[in-house]
T-cell receptor
């Protein structure tokens, strides 16, 4: 069964508003989670590494003030897209690092900004 | 992370074996070879991984060359549900960088 749960699976929001996406590890504690973004017909691009209890590490070119990541507990990381614009419309995918196990991914969140 | 090269697309007949190649000539000694697949509009699904030895599980087999510069993922009896983008990744489990992958189309 699924070991990483992502919510919501899809969301539509108006330009200028903020959207929060949740990523939960099920039945295990994840000190590290990762956030990816995927545009149509492209591969997954790593956005940031989320570390429980500390600041996220962002990849080059990803605006940390626009994509707020909070990893407040060992089973939950959130990604907030602030002041969303149509160009932020994308498929956002999280993954969680489980000890002694390959990386597991959530089923993604389709964000559409109108 | 190691740079990987995969064919853009492949076709396979239903019921036949699908052999997906991957070149990872820059892989370092402690980096694993991971294979994931992504069915349209879903998150990536883990398939298999290996370091040096060939590996097999209920989904697939992974054949890694002795010099570790390339590998082949084998789906022994492809079904229509195996149609997906298959990603080969060379790296450490704590940070996976995805390449462009191979779109495998299983034909009836």
């Amino acid at each position: 069964g699924a070991v990483v749960s992502q919510h919501p699976s899809w969301v539509i929001c108006k330009s200028g508003t903020s959207v929060k996406i949740e990523c939960r590890s099920l039945d295990f504690q994840a000190t590290t989670m990762f956030w990816y973004r995927q545009f149509p017909k492209q591969s997954l691009m790593l956005m940031a590494t989320s570390n429980e209890g500390s600041k996220a590490t962002y990849e080059q070119g990803v605006e940390k003030d626009k994509f707020l990541i909070n990893h407040a507990s060992l089973t939950l990381s959130t990604l907030t897209v602030t002041s969303a614009h149509p160009e932020d419309s994308s498929f956002y995918i999280c993954s969680a690092l489980r000890p002694d196990s390959p990386l597991h991914f959530g089923n993604g969140t389709r964000l559409t900004v109108t | 992370d190691a740079k990987t090269t995969q064919p853009t697309s492949m076709d396979c007949a239903e019921g036949r074996a699908a052999n997906l190649p991957c070149n990872h000539s820059t892989i370092s000694g402690n980096e694993y070879v991971y294979w994931y697949r992504q069915i349209h509009s879903q998150g990536p699904q883990y398939i298999i991984h290996g370091l040096k030895n060939n590996e097999t599980n209920e989904m697939a087999s992974l054949i890694i060359t002795e010099d570790r510069k390339s590998s082949t993922l084998i789906l022994p009896h492809a079904t229509l549900r195996d149609t997906a983008v298959y990603y080969c990744i060379g790296g450490a489990t704590n940070k996976l960088i995805f390449g462009t992958g191979t779109l495998l189309a299983v034909q009836p």
